[in-house]
């Protein structure tokens, strides 16, 4: 894409706001309570940017079993936590700035449930930018790595898919993006090889420029 996108797609975790670490362990704890053999970086490894069933089909791989709420509890811990701890990535808050001055259009569409999300973007005072944005894997019938809640999106914000971009930190919502026909940014602070075609960079300072703003 050489000209700045018509719609700029976020993910929330690990794009907007640095929860990850503090859900990641909050899930390998009930993980490994139910006999998950994981570690916590091998938790995360598995789990960034996937949504909760592909944790029960992780469990049902291994012969495990959660019990049926257990959700909730991951839900309720995890806000809990996220409301007291979750923090901004550097720089978003003036790449959100660069994006309105612009004029160009952007919302955040993630795995993770409403309440979540409205979580972590309260804490970190991010919601304002994204207020009636805001989309959620369990408005769709798949959550990513299908395409659904990024074409949601694009839908939602009438757009066509291919005048959208993707802002993503994992290989599930990359491989999400490029089963919607978006070209994908992904923010990876270390160096990695990027999934699915998307364009790695490396701090939220460079993403104005990166967007031809």
Same mark, same amino acid.
């Given at each position: 894409?050489?000209?700045?996108?018509?719609?700029?797609? *976020?993910?929330?975790?690990?794009?907007?706001?640095?929860?990850?670490?503090?859900?990641?362990?909050?899930?390998?704890?009930?993980?490994?309570?139910?006999?998950?053999?994981?570690?916590?970086?091998?938790?995360?490894?598995?789990?960034?940017?996937?949504?909760?069933?592909?944790?029960?089909?992780?469990?049902?791989?291994?012969?495990?079993?959660?019990?049926?709420?257990?959700?909730?509890?991951?839900?309720?811990?995890?806000?809990?936590?996220?409301?007291?701890?979750?923090?901004?990535?550097?720089?978003?808050?003036?790449?959100?700035?660069?994006?309105?001055?612009?004029?160009?259009?952007?919302?955040?569409?993630?795995?993770?449930?409403?309440?979540?999300?409205?979580?972590?973007?309260?804490?970190?005072?991010?919601?304002?930018? *994204?207020?009636?944005?805001?989309?959620?894997?369990?408005?769709?019938?798949?959550?990513?790595?299908?395409?659904?809640? *990024?074409?949601?999106?694009?839908?939602?914000?009438?757009?066509?898919?291919?005048?959208?971009?993707?802002?993503?930190?994992?290989?599930?919502?990359?491989?999400?993006?490029?089963?919607?026909?978006?070209?994908?940014?992904?923010?990876?602070?270390?160096?990695?090889?990027?999934?699915?075609?998307?364009?790695?960079?490396?701090?939220?300072?460079?993403?104005?420029?990166?967007?031809?703003?």
């Amino acid at each position: 894409m050489t000209m700045p996108p018509k719609l700029v797609i *976020f993910d929330c975790d690990g794009v907007l706001v640095d929860s990850e670490a503090i859900a990641n362990a909050v899930l390998h704890d009930i993980l490994a309570r139910h006999g998950a053999p994981l570690t916590l970086a091998q938790s995360e490894a598995e789990f960034t940017g996937k949504n909760r069933y592909a944790i029960t089909a992780y469990m049902d791989s291994h012969g495990l079993s959660l019990p049926a709420n257990w959700s909730d509890e991951f839900y309720d811990r995890s806000i809990a936590e996220l409301s007291k701890h979750c923090q901004p990535i550097p720089h978003i808050q003036s790449a959100l700035d660069a994006l309105v001055a612009a004029n160009i259009p952007f919302c955040v569409a993630s795995n993770g449930i409403h309440p979540k999300m409205n979580a972590t973007l309260t804490k970190t005072g991010l919601l304002p930018y *994204f207020a009636g944005k805001m989309y959620s894997g369990y408005d769709v019938p798949n959550g990513k790595p299908a395409p659904d809640l *990024f074409l949601h999106a694009a839908a939602q914000n009438q757009t066509d898919p291919a005048d959208c971009l993707v802002i993503e930190d994992s290989a599930s919502g990359c491989a999400a993006a490029a089963a919607a026909n978006m070209p994908c940014l992904v923010y990876t602070p270390k160096p990695a090889d990027p999934p699915h075609g998307a364009i790695p960079f490396a701090s939220m300072a460079d993403l104005p420029k990166l967007l031809h703003l």
